[in-house]
T-cell receptor, first 110, second 110 residues
C-alpha cells in the first residue's frame, strides 16, 4: 500500500459546485497534514494545514480523521481559478520527512 | 516576500556528467529539501537538511548527494548523471514544514 493515496481524478465540476477530495495515509504515527495546490508547470504552494479539530479558510475546509487515517478537502462555490492539482502531504513519524500524495486534478468548467 | 531560488529553470546534461543543482532561500529557515517530481509518481523526497552540514536521506537518495555549507544554500549533486534522472527537481525550505518551493529545474539527461 502506498504511504499516501489520492484519487487522481480529474474531477470536472461546473462553477459554483461543491467538490470534496479525500486522501488516505498508511502511517498511523503521522502528526502533520497539509493540502498543497499545484498549477500546471508551477511549483506546489501551501494551501492549508489540517488540524485535528478541522479548519476552514474561506471556501476551503479541511478535516482530519485519525481513526480512519484520512484527510479531506472541501471546496465550496468553485471558481475557475480553483482549477489545479491538489496534493495531500503527510509527515513520516515525528521527523521532517514529508510524503506527498500523487495529487488530485480539479477542472472547474464555465 | 519569501523567496526560494533555484539556479536554473531548464538544464540539459549528458550521461555520466556530474551535475550541480543549487538552491538558495532568504527566509533563514533551518530545513531545506530536494524533491523530484515525475508524472504518475508525484513528488518524492531525495534528501533534506535540518541544519548546516547536516543531511538526511529521503526516499530515493541513490545516485544523489547534497551539500549544505551555509544555512541559505542547499545543493543537490548528481554524481554521474543517468537518463533515469531526467525529471523536474524542486527545492523547498521551511520551519516545521516545506512551505515554500522554488520554481523547479527541469533537468534532461541525454
Amino acid at each position: 500500500r502506498k504511504e499516501v493515496e489520492q484519487d487522481p481524478g480529474p474531477f470536472n465540476v461546473p462553477e459554483g459546485a461543491t467538490v470534496a477530495f479525500n486522501c488516505t495515509y498508511s502511517n498511523s504515527a503521522s502528526q502533520s497534514f497539509f493540502w498543497y495546490r499545484q498549477d500546471c508547470r508551477k511549483e506546489p504552494k501551501l494551501l492549508m494545514s489540517v488540524y485535528s479539530s478541522g479548519n476552514e479558510d474561506g471556501r476551503f475546509t479541511a478535516q482530519l480523521n485519525r481513526a480512519s487515517q484520512y484527510i479531506s478537502l472541501l471546496i465550496r462555490d468553485s471558481k475557475l481559478s480553483d482549477s489545479a492539482t491538489y496534493l495531500c502531504v503527510v509527515n513520516k513519524n515525528y521527523g521532517q520527512n514529508f510524503v506527498f500524495g500523487p495529487g488530485t486534478r480539479l477542472s472547474v468548467l464555465p | 516576500d519569501v523567496k526560494v531560488t533555484q539556479s536554473s529553470r531548464y538544464l540539459v546534461k549528458r550521461t555520466g556528467e556530474k551535475v550541480f543543482l543549487e538552491c538558495v532561500q532568504d527566509m533563514d529557515h533551518e530545513n531545506m529539501f530536494w524533491y523530484r517530481q515525475d508524472p504518475g509518481l508525484g513528488l518524492r523526497l531525495i534528501y533534506f537538511s535540518y541544519d548546516v552540514k547536516m543531511k538526511e536521506k529521503g526516499d530515493i537518495p541513490e545516485g544523489y548527494s547534497v551539500s549544505r555549507e551555509k544555512k541559505e544554500r542547499f545543493s543537490l549533486i548528481l554524481e554521474s548523471a543517468s537518463t533515469n534522472q531526467t525529471s523536474m527537481y524542486l527545492c523547498a525550505s521551511g520551519g516545521q514544514e516545506p512551505q515554500h518551493f522554488g520554481d523547479g529545474t527541469r533537468l534532461s539527461i541525454l
